[in-house]
């Protein structure tokens, strides 16, 4: 028989975070830090919403960019929350999840040959989707010296010819970083300067703990330029319902919802009924669960800060990575003998790409309680590490 | 600070000060004078324990009760609040709007108890013109706590 495989897709490394977390699973007294999805269960008022579409028997496709009322209260949203002013009709397509709206940006974008350039530390799916996308991906280091942010240098350098996509994923998901304004400003000037589009994943942009997040698209001559890209999960707790959205130029959306409508019909209809109550009604819950999470932010700091481990001051998202170089061993080495020897799970950094070599994600989508037990386990291991390594 | 600080300690009023520092991002000796402060101007007023008496083997019974009073010139409602909040089995009161002027929570040994209470000392104040005694069967959720509720963490392990 042949071989039933494309090689593209067998070629590609499955996500590097899995086998921790199959170990895990064995451990009755493991705490895991290791999942990227917040911990609040979806707002009531939202859920409520949910239920009502479906007594309401509101359980046939939508229109295949989406609930016009649903991408209308996204227009008002992105308005109201970083000001960009988009036209429903034309400018936004619902997808599912954030992470549907990167695939098919992606496709609907590139040309076999162009490169893409991905920050990394970063998301793990860029990579994979660029690739089976047919572009060219190409890798620029984030380091620890700039807090992870991307520079205009770096970007500049990492430019060529074949150059068409920048993917913008702040705030970043594992190192916590953010781009403010005059960071922005930086990059935008190289993307138009070499006439280069942005993907802007912005799925975190409500977990901003420093300033109200700023939109790349929001800066002048850009958002024709970029695709906003965004979705409910992080910001309203809403990992299950998988919807998110896109927004950005009227030819680019075109072509993106052609491929979404071939590929999935729509977005789910009840997840999109409950979303329009979320975006109507729910900038308080937002901001409890921002200062819940801020809270825990500030508390694994001090923790750090009490046990003597680096870590830069993340602003965003819900991780913290603090480096480890100082004992001498691989972020898998670490993270594995964090998990046998004291039970607790996090993600090596380098599941996030080689830069994040000698870090270690740590999530704080969990309550305190966990957290707490957690870093207690986590300064002994620490003092445990120096003690060998002096000896 | 104060409204976060609040938040805090009104969930979890038995946390230690280099944590509730911590969470706030504060130096230690501001939110111990904070909380001092606070104490001193009676926004603090005491830090208690819920507790789910139904799962000790203490009986008790609350129950909530309405009462219709008549205002006393002068004084409104304040004398005869004061009259009925010195018992000490009464727990709370309230001035409600509506259909009657006082709210009690009442805390008894048992059902006997609690009537005892409404027919002897409460009926019997010159001021009362009517009371509705409601007992509570089972109690759901309290101050914001979905009583005997340890919800597990369903997240799946993912791979992002």
Known sequence: MRNPLADKVVDIKPSGIRKFFDIV??????????????????????????????????????????????RQEICNYLKRRVHVQYDWAKEVLITVGGSESIDIGLRAMMNPGDEVLIPQPSYVSYEPCAVLAGATPVIIDLKAENEFRLTAQELEDAITEK????????????????????????????????????????????????????????????????????????????????????????????????????????????????????????????????????QRRRFLMDAFRRMG??????????????????????????????????????????????????????????????????????????????????? | MREELLAIIEK???????????????????????????????????YHTMINWEKTSIEKVTALIEVRVTPQRGEGFDHIAERIYKYPEVDSVYLISGGYDLMLILEGKSLRDVSNFVSDKLSTLDTVLSTATHFILKKYKDHGTIMGQKKEDEREMFTL
């Open chain 1, 25 to 70: 699973a064995e451990m009755p007294d493991a705490i895991s830090l290791g999942v990227g999805e917040p911990d609040f269960d979806t707002p009531w008022h939202v859920r409520d919403e949910g239920i009502y579409s479906l007594e309401r028997g509101k359980t046939f496709y939508t229109s295949n960019a989406g609930l016009k009322e649903l």
């Open chain 1, 163 to 294: 150059t068409k996509l920048l993917i913008l994923p702040f705030p970043n998901n594992p190192t916590g970083a953010i781009m403010e304004r005059k960071d922005l400003e930086a990059i935008a000037e190289v993307i138009i300067k070499h006439d280069l589009f942005v993907m802007s994943d912005e799925i975190y942009a409500e977990l901003s703990y420093k300033d109200q997040h700023v939109s790349i698209a929001s800066l002048p001559g850009m958002q024709e330029r970029t695709i906003l890209i965004n979705g409910f999960s992080k910001a309203y707790a809403m990992t299950g319902w998988r919807l998110g959205y896109a927004c950005g130029p009227k030819e680019i959306i075109q072509q993106m919802t052609k491929i979404h409508q071939f590929a999935i019909m729509c977005a789910p209809t009840t997840s999109q009924y409950a979303a329009v109550e979320a975006l109507k009604n729910g900038d308080d819950d937002i901001a409890q669960m921002r200062t819940a999470y801020n």
């Open chain 1, 309 to 391: 481990l680096e870590c830069f001051e993340p602003y965003g998202a819900f991780y913290v990575f603090p480096c480890i170089k100082e004992f001498g061993m691989t972020s898998d080495e670490f993270a594995t003998r964090f998990l046998e020897e004291e039970q607790v799970a996090a993600v090596p950094g380098t599941a996030f790409g080689d830069s994040g070599e000698g870090y270690l994600r740590i999530s704080y989508a969990y309550s305190l309680e966990k957290l707490k037990i957690a870093m207690e386990r986590m300064e002994r291991f620490v003092k445990k590490l120096r003690e060998e390594k002096s000896r």
């Open chain 2, 12 to 46: 979890n009023s038995r946390i230690g000060l280099q944590e509730l520092a911590a969470l706030l991002g504060q130096e230690e000796i501001l939110v111990a004078n904070e909380l001092a402060a606070m104490e001193a101007e009676g926004i603090i007023c005491g």
